[in-house]
């Protein structure tokens, strides 16, 4: 029997205690976890190492997570990659900024480990069935 590859998660996050939360509760969940602090690092992870799923957090001090998701999915390499955005930000204005720019979901910080995995699971089991519908 084979064995099941753990899936990517890449969590970009200015915030060291936010990028420790996932680290820990991510990889004690059965994720391959790799920790980007700001902009620039999450596009020399991509390259090397590509997710299956990105976190980005909005507020960050080299590029905001939106216009880094915009660079993403107008980039033919990465624009199937999903992003949830996580951020302290809950305002309706940065959630539709968010989605219109290619994020697939939001959550509000302090984020709730359930929470988090649930919408990284429901995200990647979406993405299984768009890819078999697709190849089928």
């Given at each position: 029997?084979?064995?099941?590859?753990?899936?990517?998660?890449?969590?970009?996050?200015d915030d060291a205690s936010i990028c420790e939360f996932?680290?820990?509760?991510?990889?004690?969940?059965?994720?391959?976890?790799?920790?980007?602090?700001?902009?620039?690092?999450?596009?020399?992870?991509?390259?090397?190492?590509?997710?299956?799923?990105?976190?980005?957090?909005?507020?960050?001090?080299?590029?905001?997570?939106?216009?880094?998701?915009?660079?993403?999915?107008?980039?033919?390499?990465?624009?199937?990659?999903?992003?949830?955005?996580?951020?302290?930000?809950?305002?309706?204005?940065?959630?539709?900024?968010?989605?219109?720019?290619?994020?697939?979901?939001?959550?509000?910080?302090?984020?709730?480990?359930?929470?988090?995995?649930?919408?990284?699971?429901?995200?990647?089991?979406?993405?299984?069935?768009?890819?078999?519908?697709?190849?089928?």
């Amino acid at each position: 029997m084979a064995a099941v590859e753990k899936k990517r998660i890449l969590a970009v996050d200015d915030d060291a205690s936010i990028c420790e939360f996932y680290e820990t509760s991510l990889k004690m969940a059965g994720y391959d976890v790799r920790i980007a602090a700001n902009a620039r690092i999450a596009k020399e992870s991509i390259l090397l190492h590509r997710p299956d799923l990105i976190l980005m957090d909005i507020m960050m001090p080299d590029q905001d997570g939106i216009s880094l998701t915009r660079e993403l999915r107008a980039d033919r390499k990465t624009s199937d990659i999903p992003i949830v955005m996580v951020s302290g930000l809950a305002d309706a204005g940065t959630l539709q900024d968010a989605l219109l720019f290619g994020a697939v979901g939001y959550l509000v910080k302090p984020i709730d480990i359930d929470a988090l995995k649930a919408k990284i699971d429901a995200t990647l089991i979406a993405i299984e069935h768009r890819n078999a519908k697709k190849n089928a």
